[in-house]
């Protein structure tokens, strides 16, 4: 027999809402408060959906196929729709930033309809709602153009669509397409994409007949899209199979001995007391852990099993703390699961710890002379300029960032320049070791703003 849901209550609706709306509130506050800033890979995504969109405004199909994209081609597809989208009158870069956000709003909203089909409990759902509205590490990439978001959101698009009752071989395939866009978007979470479909192939299983079905429709889903995204790539002259390979070759930049250590330092800093408690729900769910908690279990123990791996044991990519952000929802339900047992006013007080901390971290964002300095140089140039309606995104001028194609082969408009790189604490768990914090704190950062024409 399907199971039921209970009606939602009125209160649990407006709680919902109220998630809801803040999320979008600390969005817009961030990006239209303080700007946009393209550091950590993004001047890669932009300048590359910009020269994809460009292509394609000219009718240059086979140009924007062949486009040299190392990663993330959905990505770059998502970033092309946006521009497609966006009206040239609205500022683009935060309008451009508000679009990559706006995956992190639809997330809370499948984490609710995730824990409600697991737990059958509105107060349960809600609470892991709030828990990821509250997790900083939510938001933390926000003023970058970054597609961590939006790969978790298909993931959640995924597992929910498994939920679904009763079960069929088409919702099963369907949920491993979800988890091919959880892949393509940002090839970093295909851990994520792989317990995905982990999850369609044993959820509700009872027969080793259903097993594999369920794990073939799966494949088909993930598989076949991938296989005709690939012809299709190979007949324009596109060697996307390369491109992943050089890709994953790639990640090399930091340490790979810290691997282990990365995720607790990542999340001590970005979430403070949430990630204590998070620790805490997560020893405490051995004691008689129910079906859900097992999965967040699995779940959170096989990242970062995998983790540590591929970095202290075989040397394969490094751990960043972007990466480490695949936790994030597992943890959310998990402590869920136990929290709702408590009372009103337990959780009411345990809200009340992680709220100051959730704020001081996202002033520390908002307010870091590392992002506002140049965003501010960036204003007054625009007005300078003219250029209200233009496209300007920073590139950086390390060897990081020679390897992006697509970027416009031009003269830098404008020179900035902070000092001393006052990088907050969160930051320095994305790609850098020790002697690259030191170097950060010692000297200057240098940078350019680049005009990039949209095609009319």
Known sequence: MPIRHMPRPVPVSLALGGLILFAIAIR???????????????????????????????????????TPVYAHWGCILFGTLAFFLLPDWLNQQEMFALVFALPGIINILLLYGITLRLENNHRAALIAAALYTLSFSAIYHIRYVHPQELSMMFFMMGILVTLKKPQNTSATALSGLF????????????????????????????????????????????????????VIGNHYGADYIG???????????????????????????TEGFLFVLWCLCFLFSFHRANKTMQYCIAGISLIYGILVISSNLLGQFVVYGRIA?????????LSACILYRRTAWQQILILACIIPGYFVNAL??????IMNDVYQQERIFRKTHGMTHDIVFYGSCTPHHERCGALPKQ???????????DQLAFNLYDSQTEDMRDFWRQHSAKGMLMACPKAK
Not at 51 to 61: K, R
Not at 183 to 212: C, E, M, N, P
Not at 411 to 420: G, K, R
Request: proline share 3%.
């Open 325 to 333: 952000k695949m936790m994030v929802p597992f943890f959310c339900v």
């Open 243 to 269: 491109h992943f390979i050089g890709f994953s070759q790639s990640i090399t930049m930091g340490d790979f001995n810290l691997g282990h250590i990365v995720p607790f330092a990542f999340f001590w800093n």
């Open 364 to 369: 520390a964002l908002k307010n870091a002379t």
């Open 28 to 66: 817009i506050w961030l990006i239209f408060g303080s700007g946009q800033l393209l550091g950590m890979d993004g001047p890669e995504y932009f300048g590359n959906a910009l020269a994809v969109y460009n292509q394609l405004s000219t009718h240059s199909w086979q140009d924007a196929l062949s």
């Open 411 to 421: 003269d830098c408009l404008l020179l900035w320049e902070f000092q001393p790189a």
């Open 179 to 230: 988890q091919f866009m959880c892949f393509f978007v940002y090839y970093g979470y295909w851990i994520l994409a792989f317990i995905g479909l982990l999850f369609s192939t044993i959820h509700g299983i009872q027969r080793k007949r259903d097993f594999v079905l369920s794990g073939g429709m799966a494949s088909i889903g993930f598989f076949a899209p991938l296989i005709a995204f690939v």
